[in-house]
Nanobody, 126 residues
Framework: QLQLVESGGGLVQSGGSLRLSCIVS????????VGWFRQAPGKEREGISC????????NYATSVKGRFTISRDNAKNTVYLQMNSLKPEDTAIYYC???????????????????WGQGTQVTVSS
């Protein structure tokens, strides 16, 4: 059974950093696209970053480019999102998501992904 479990969320002051982790289990191959999305209260879920199976392609939303870094360790079936220079507007529930394939196209649409975690709360205080 495919499962994605996020961790690393919490409360941080503006300008601080957090590192989110997503452990993926149930895939027969370690190569598949993984994305991070977030959803703030009253807003739609937003795709913010994607990494393909061999870490050749990394994609970022404009809102996080230069501040967030996505990476993965396929030996540990884990994908990370390093978040620096956090702002209050980064406050949201952060979701890890995976597609059923590895592709050089690494989109930020919900339609690009098939499996979702339960999310982890990130709160940035001003």
């Amino acid at each position: 059974q495919l499962q994605l479990v996020e961790s690393g969320g919490g409360l941080v002051q503006s300008g601080g950093s957090l590192r989110l982790s997503c452990i993926v289990s149930g895939f027969t191959s370690p190569y598949y696209n993984v994305g991070w999305f977030r959803q703030a209260p009253g807003k739609e879920r937003e795709g913010i970053s994607c990494i393909n199976g061999r870490s050749v392609v990394k994609n970022y939303a404009t809102s996080v480019k230069g501040r967030f870094t996505i990476s993965r360790d396929n030996a540990k079936n884990t994908v990370y999102l390093q978040m620096n220079s956090l702002k209050p507007e980064d406050t949201a529930i952060y979701y890890c998501t995976a597609s059923a394939y590895d592709s050089v196209y690494c989109g930020l649409s919900r339609l690009d992904f098939d499996f979702w975690g339960q999310g982890t709360q990130v709160t940035v205080s001003s």
